[in-house]
């Protein structure tokens, strides 16, 4: 099996409903070189202090800590991680330390092209790209800035040598469901993923609102209406939160992601860690652990991160139930997503 496809085996941390935990999305830099209107929604726009940030070989730490509990796959994401200097450099870092890690990337792809081949030379495994709109004029109205030719480009290039792309698109009524046909042909012609993630209310600065929430059972029901799609059927393994479908005559796929209609919090495998070093069990949870006094204190040991680590998977909470009982509020979490890494 390609290493891509899933990531490898290991024997795994079980927290308290049995989960097992696997998968750990770093999140690299709190910065972004977009102003996405549905991820941080404000004109004042402030960022961690530099020293907050951990340096590289602090997340490197971190990061053999987690494979050291089970973890195989990891995700670097932001913020951009391609606004961080020498990330490219710092994957392969991850890479030659843990051959055994299937080491992904979340990315607006605005300074991907270029990139493309050192990062696969480094160990990149595979790409999500964030991709809202197939229209010029439009990204720029959603993410404050014109550069959806580069994004495009960017695309191709990551195809071109050879690395699986997964365009993420941010599921908006009255901003793209009128695009679902030209997804669906991006889908058709390119041998890649197209998925798109239920808006969330995230954060304080969020623009969620009800009328621009557009379902993943909507999606999947308007575009029955525009091409044939057959259900992937995945056997034993971990396949992550979307449910993908393949198209009659398409070289890509559709998949639908819906954490708010149809969660996935029963086989949630993951954990993420801020850039400023908080470890956050559950995306909709605020509950987070604070791991870089650890990690800068020279008292503690790995022992004693380990031993916080392995806490806060084992209390991981059922991110369902905390969405239940917040739904009388507008946002889920006081965080914005640009802060948590999505
Ligand atoms: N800068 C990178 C990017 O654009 O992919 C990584 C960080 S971004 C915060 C990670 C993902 O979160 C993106 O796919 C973005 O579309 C998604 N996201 C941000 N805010 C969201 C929201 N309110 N609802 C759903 N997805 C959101």
New binding site residues.
Partial sequence: MNRCDSAPQAIQFKDNHGRGISYLRL?VTDR?N?R?R??WNTSNYSFMPHDHVLRYEEMLALVTAAHDLGVRKIRL?????LVRKGIADFLGMVAERHPDMSIRM???ATLLAGQTRKLKANGLHAL???L?TLDASKFSAITGRDMFSRVMASIDEALDVGIKVKI?V?AMRGVNDNELPGFLKLAQNKDLDVRF???????EA?G?NQSAYWSADDILAESQTLVSLTPVEYVGGSHGPARMFTMQGGRGRLGVIS?LSNHFCGSCNRLRITSDGKLRPCLFSDREFRLRPLLRSPKMGKQQLLKVIRLAMQNKPLGYEILCRQREKVSVASR???A???
């Fill in positions: 999140s972004c977009l996405c549905y991820c994401t932001g913020g951009e991680p979340t990315t607006n999500n790209i964030s809202d993420n941010v993630i239920e808006y969330m209310p995230m954060g969020t969620w954490p914005r997503m640009s948590i890494g999505g």
